[in-house]
């Protein structure tokens, strides 16, 4: 492909891409995101391949592999286009029924559409599932639509036509006056305004300005920049160009986390696609304008999602913080004035673009607007992405598109914010999600991960496995942080296994309050959060350790011990092949006994023993009764007896 | 791994200190650890004290100063993992290799490592050995699974 170096060729490239497909062929989408991929999607894809070509039908079908649409859960997700038919769960097995029934017959595959659990009703288009339906797909709703390592994908769905409209039709403020009206505030972490962070590097002085492209996605359960960066770069590369255009900068940098390795490609392959067709390197679309990207992959450190960590491992050296002010914004790269945003951000630039900064903003809160996508995980019905509108209910976004907690539990908190952030209790499920209504209740909006907790969590161990991520992560450099989280892990550790003593909360709200006060960086400002905020809604729970030496939720293995029920276990021997310790006594038709002296609590017999039979049970803060005699032992069935 | 090969590597990045973390990578990449010559290489070929660069290898969880073992197990303890038991299998596959996570077994057969968050939340919780993605897994499969391996 030529250079393009004007708009009108631009929009000619575009129609003619348009003129080469027909909008009425069949086409089949595969979604290969790491998810997918993880079920089993790359066979199903070959499949597909393979099938199509045998049916002899390989000039009038495409097939697409693409970014991920969020319903992990359901993984590998097909859908056909034009019909939008969503097939989930698909197997290769599947595949050759889709392509003589769908592609063929247009006929549907009943057995592979969703059928919602409480009414029994198919749904046949994405729309229809309630996942979907209640969510506010702008953002993500591309990835299902395009394959990443094609750029022509992404012009036909409108690609780069903000970016034309920012260079050939819109002054640097005409363009920073939208993002302003939009009130987009950035989607990493700390929700910072970015028109102001826009503005602060463009009035900086100096020549040499950088923007960078934070996507160092460190919260562990979270995975949405991860979803756009391989299902959809080229949304992120516009919105940085444009951002780059506004500030007056001539150069810019992705940070990536290296265990993204499939995201450092699709990104590559973009940046490359980008420079061929001349949209990005020198005279951006015949405009004047030159801008160059590098790729940075991160080694491994939490810290580096620290925008000043972040810039000392772009310069090759530790990433460790360094104090604000100066910001940035003043002094950044090099020390040079830089601009950082999140992944997310820079995707939502060219959207606020098209349709206008009002429009975006008409969606949200009083001081959050537009979408925000979510990663929905832990001990939810539907895990996945999520794209909602900001104001939305956690209620909501739990029960009508995560289809509550599985297997009959108890819903008990929903942590966000990833490990810095907090965890929101049952009482407040109607809480409105948006950056400030979320710290108020003790939490943060973070990234964006939402990870549900069930009854069987248990919340001190929450917060000592959050503390423990932090104290490894902590980059070591000030001693509230590196000192003070090593203390609150050891005191938590202790807690959890019942050596919890009088006075330790206490201690613990010490520290957390020394380390919140004194620490360089948001790390470690924020990191005793988890502690704090599972303190301030479940202090019962810690209370129940320290003093009764129990664990509610039945969780921690110092704190509980498992017995078996003797009217109701059948004799079976499941449970004693299990044990690996040989902790379980007993035989064909001789009721079992666990040797608690010789238990570990690993609990695989508990998980083996079939649930129609329930026998064992998990004891915490009670004397475990002694065994039965052995007399007592033999084992008569029930249904013998009468 | 032979001097011209790290050459070419540091070559590629225009023989500049602030790539010094991009050129231990692509070593670490291709070699699976850095051994000291490939370290005093790049030491004299960037012009940057070995203070630095032992900073370096030690700050970012990446890099491996020791070599590695032919089969990599990875153990997602991401929160959602955590929440599902992935505590469970960290100590199944302790128990099975004898070693430690971060460690490397005196065969190298195994290196065993905990990672943060692979991404596929829904299979939670999640072993990976070699690449390969094992979801939903038990302790059970787990030994089954590391028992597969040569």
Known sequence: MARINSPEKLEKARQEILSRRKPDAPCISICAGAGCLAFGASEVIDAFKAEVEKQGLTVDVDIKKTGCPGFCERGPVVVIFPEEICYLQVKPQDVPEIVSQTIKEKKIVERLLYVDPTTDEKAIHESDIPFYKNQQRNIICDNIKIDSKILDDYLAIGGYEALSKVLFQMSADDVLAE?????????????????????????????????????????????????????????????????????????GYFYVRQEYPLAMENLGIAIRQAKEYGLLGKDILGSGFDFNVEVHRGAGAFVCGEETALLRSLEGKPGEPTPRPPYPAVKGLWEKPTNINNVETWANIPLIINKGGAAFASTGTEGSKGTKIFSLVGKITNTGLVEVPMGITLNDIIYKIGGGIPGGKKFKAVQTGGPSGGCIPAEQLNLEVGFDELTKAGSMMGSGGMIVLDEDTCMVDVARYFIDFL????????????????????????????????????????????????????LGKSAPNPFLSTLRYFRDEYDAHIKEKRCPALSCKELISYYIEPDKCQACMICLKKCPVDAIEGGKKKIHVIIQEKCTNCGECFEACPSKFGAIKKLSGEPVPPPIPEAERTFVKKSKEK | MDIERIDQIIDSHRGEASSLIQILLEIQRENGWLPREALDRVRERLQVPVSRIQ????????????????????????????????????????????????????????????????????????????????????????????????
């Open chain 1, 471 to 522: 104290t490894e992560e902590s980059c070591g450099k000030c001693v509230p942080c590196r000192e003070g989280l090593r203390q609150m892990h050891t005191i938590l550790t202790r807690i959890t296994r019942g050596e919890g003593r009088e006075g330790d909360i206490e201690l613990l709200e010490v520290l957390a309050e020394t380390a919140k006060e004194a620490s360089l960086c948001a």
């Open chain 2, 55 to 150: 900073h370096i290898v030690t700050f970012y969880k990446a890099f491996s100063l020791v070599p590695r073992g032919r089969h990599q197990v990875h153990i997602c303890v991401g929160t959602a993992c955590h929440v599902r038991g992935a505590t469970r299998i960290l100590d199944k596959v302790e128990e099975i290799t004898g070693i430690k996570a971060g460690e490397t077994d005196l065969d190298l057969k195994f290196s065993v490592e905990t990672v943060g968050c692979v991404g596929c939340c829904a299979l939670g919780p999640v072993l990976e050995v070699d690449g390969k993605t094992h979801g939903k897994i038990t302790p059970t499969e787990t030994a089954a699974v590391l028992k597969s391996y040569e």
């Open chain 1, 179 to 251: 993002v302003k009206a939009s009130q987009l505030r950035g989607r990493g972490g700390a929700g910072f305004p970015v028109w102001r962070k826009w503005e602060g590097t463009r009035n900086s002085p100096g020549e040499i300005k950088y923007l960078v492209v934070n996507a160092d996605e460190g919260d562990p359960g979270a995975f949405m920049d991860r979803a756009l960066l391989e299902g959809n770069p080229h949304s992120i590369l516009e919105g940085l160009i444009i951002g780059a255009h506004t500030i007056g900068s001539n150069e």
